[in-house]
């Protein structure tokens, strides 16, 4: 490649370049764009400069037709008003319409054109305060086709007292100006501007930026000392996990709105997150720092470890993979487990387990569940709704992948391993995934051959064996479907019946059934499922030194449960994987 790109720049100097064909790129040396922000905070004034151009017949401009994470197609060009091109002499260039978000510009004898629109924004600040309001780059900034590769150079024409915050990298030598190497790291990057708040901290020999904006909270509603410690824990955690910090400086870009929750968007050195702003008002922190974990975690598994076509980008065309369920599902399942070792859940109360039985139950309740697999639910994202999420499809596979990983190799391995070797070997903006690199990396880090377990749950349909690999990690699973057999009587762990109706006396317990002797628990349920349902048994019961006989109907389910509880004895291998998913820390056995 480095042969053929020394060729065409010697190529203006060996011959004519009057043909179309002989037409090439490097005539431009950057792309260089000024943005200024109307001070009412309701549209931005965008232009674009390109300068010198060299027998140029036409050039094709376009507005990208999605941003990453979203997959969809989004109608950018209709925030887009007076869209006009202008040579060096100041005459205004034919556009022709290609499609609704492209077109045609006569080139023909200009040395220099400049592209000039207006771009609606919405202002997030409260009424009658300064305006603050933010912008996704894909949705902002158009390209000319032949461009992609070019620096990138943003200047800011700000009103008076506007910040400006961002992720983009200050130009060391020109005043109010940005730049990015090319046009992947340029519409990378999001904006944000007006009225904000700005707090630093540094970890590893790295600095952070949390900035905030939009209609923020009172101190007494919102601590923000309180906040920045929470995501640098979260950071922090977030190293611990993979081993280093790619990038230069760090911004967290919060923007508190009338949005009905909290969504996030991941970037190379950034975030931006959405909050309403009246669920941090009221003190519902829980969902914001989900989200902070995850898309930081994005800075790796994503923008980093990815398919070939998760960047750099094609904004002209969709970007179809199979591999949503782990880019956004394994992340799902590492924004708990951040929150976990980073101290903000308690290790005491259940909460990690909890919550991935939580999106177990998500998968259930999902008509797609055991019909479409995660590598469909991912691939058709862009084209239709496959009646599941392949991000809690992900998030249970993670779940289960983990512990498996810790068993084949004695706890001595996790998923975490597998995340730092996958980062270390694929970086953007080097090559993607090929398809069985995420198998075959397994197998590397764990000698386990996972290619079953892919076939069946991954690239098939079948619903995910928790009862199976569930134990492996200490925890008691108890399993049934509708129509199953119960007993249908509350009883204590002495075995006492405490609800079972008029049958029972008060003190009364539970010594066999059906002719088996219950000791305890886990002897009762080992005999519920052979017994019938709707069908009569004898239940024997003991009060005062004095047993009696019950006739008794077993019941029968009308849903299905799952439950799932920590063995009471573990093995030392179980206790090691089940201590390893909330410390995670390998402790080999």
Not at 39 to 48: A, I, L, P, Q, R
Not at 83 to 96: A, C, N, P
Not at 485 to 498: C, H
Request: proline residues 5%.
């Amino acid at each position: 490649m480095r042969r053929i790109f020394l060729l065409l720049i010697l190529l203006p100097f060996c011959g004519s370049f009057s043909s179309v064909h002989a037409q090439t790129p490097f005539d431009l040396t950057s792309v260089d764009w000024t943005v200024a922000p109307h001070v009412g905070g309701d549209s931005m004034h965008m232009t674009m400069r390109l300068d010198p151009l060299h027998e140029r017949d036409r050039l094709v401009l376009r507005m990208p037709l999605w941003r990453p994470g979203a997959y969809r197609y989004t109608n950018y060009q209709d925030k887009v008003s007076a869209l006009t091109v202008t040579d060096q002499d100041g005459v205004r260039r034919e556009l022709k319409s290609l499609e609704s978000h492209s077109w045609q510009i006569d080139a023909s004898g200009a040395t220099s054109l400049t592209v000039e629109y207006d771009l609606a924004v919405r202002n997030d600040a409260d009424d009658g305060a300064a305006p603050a309001f933010f912008v996704h780059s894909p949705a902002a900034f158009m390209y000319i086709d032949g461009t992609e590769n070019l620096p990138h150079y943003m200047h800011m024409d700000l009103p008076t007292d506007w910040q400006f915050a961002s992720g983009h990298r200050k130009h060391p030598t020109l005043e109010n100006t940005w730049y990015s190497p090319n046009l992947d790291v340029f519409l990378d990057c999001p904006i944000a501007f007006g009225a904000m708040e700005r707090y630093q901290f540094e970890l590893h020999d790295r600095p952070f930026e949390i900035v905030l904006l939009g209609k923020l909270p009172t101190e007494q509603q919102f601590d923000r000392e309180m906040w920045v410690e929470h995501v640098k824990r979260i950071s922090d955690t977030s190293f611990d996990i993979v081993g280093d910090f790619p990038f230069e400086r760090y911004v967290y870009l919060f923007i508190m709105n009338n949005l009905g929750g909290v969504s996030g968007l991941e970037h190379l050195n950034s975030t931006t997150i959405e909050v309403s702003h009246r669920m941090v008002k009221a003190g519902q922190l829980g969902p914001l720092e989900s989200v902070t974990a995850h898309e930081f975690f994005h800075l790796w598994n994503v923008k980093r470890i990815r398919p070939e076509i998760l960047g750099p980008f094609d904004y002209s065309r969709d970007a179809h993979t199979t591999d949503l369920w782990w880019m956004e599902g394994v992340t799902s399942y590492y924004n708990d487990v951040i929150l976990q070792r980073s101290g903000l859940r308690s290790q005491q109360d259940g909460w990690f387990v909890d919550s991935q039985l939580s999106n177990r139950r998500n998968l259930e309740n999902a008509q797609g569940y055991g019909r479409v697999s995660p590598e469909q639910a991912s691939w058709r994202v862009w084209d239709t709704n496959s009646k599941v999420s392949y991000y809690d499809l992900g998030q249970s596979l993670g779940w289960l992948l983990d512990i498996q990983i810790r068993h084949h190799t004695q706890n001595r391995r996790s998923l975490d391993d597998v995340v730092r070797a996958l980062h270390r070997w694929v970086d953007y903006p080097g090559k993607g995934l090929a398809e069985g690199d995420l198998e075959r990396m397994i197998k590397a880090i764990s000698g386990w051959d996972c290619s079953e377990f892919f076939d069946m749950y991954i690239a098939g349909n079948n619903k995910f064996p928790f009862a199976d690999v569930l134990p492996l990690a200490g925890l008691a699973v108890t399993e049934s479907k509708v129509g199953d057999p119960y007993l249908g009587m509350n009883v204590s762990d002495e075995m006492i019946i405490s609800s079972g109706g008029a049958d029972f006396l008060e003190g009364d317990k539970l010594i066999r059934v059906d002719g088996h002797a219950v000791a305890n628990v886990k002897d009762l349920r080992a005999v519920i499922p052979q017994l019938q349902a709707g069908g009569l048994v004898e239940v024997m019961v003991e009060n005062n030194g004095k047993q009696r006989a019950v006739s008794w109907t077993v019941k029968s389910r009308d849903r299905g449960i799952f439950r799932v509880q920590p063995m009471t004895e573990m093995t030392e291998l179980q206790n090691a994987i089940y201590q390893g998913l909330l410390n995670g820390t390998p402790s080999g056995v």
